[in-house]
Nanobody, 120 residues
Framework: QVQLVESGGGLVQPGGSLRLSCAAS????????MGWYRQAPGKQRELVAT???????NYTGSVKGRFTISRDNAKNTVYLQMNSLKPEDTAVYFC??????????????WGQGTQVTVSS
């Protein structure tokens, strides 16, 4: 199995910044893509950002221009830089990795989540 460990969450005021980290137990270039999801109380889990093995990125519209996903293959780590945070960004943020398997569908691994709270 693949283990993913998130860190970097916390309490921040509106307009502030946080950087989330996701450390993987295996080289991240072996994943077809990695991403960040979030889930707020009473809400469905939603996709925030993804990055492929080729470093192509994609963001949900509500975070474009504010969040940046990046990777450091040498450290087996994916980051989410979050700037200009808003109260509606408050959620538990989860790291995700898709593991390809030849001739099969593959599977997803998930971290345990890290809490981000944006409040004045």
């Amino acid at each position: 199995q693949v283990q993913l460990v998130e860190s970097g969450g916390g309490l921040v005021q509106p307009g502030g910044s946080l950087r989330l980290s996701c450390a993987a137990s295996r080289p991240i270039f072996s994943f077809s893509y990695m991403g960040w999801y979030r889930q707020a109380p009473g809400k469905q889990r939603e996709l925030v950002a993804t990055i492929t093995s080729g470093s192509s990125t994609n963001y949900t519209g509500s975070v474009k221009g504010r969040f940046t996903i990046s990777r450091d293959n040498a450290k087996n780590t994916v980051y989410l830089q979050m700037n200009s945070l808003k109260p509606e960004d408050t959620a538990v943020y989860f790291c995700n990795a898709h593991v390809p398997v030849p001739l099969l569908e593959g599977y997803d691994s998930w971290g345990q989540g890290t809490q981000v709270t944006v409040s004045s």
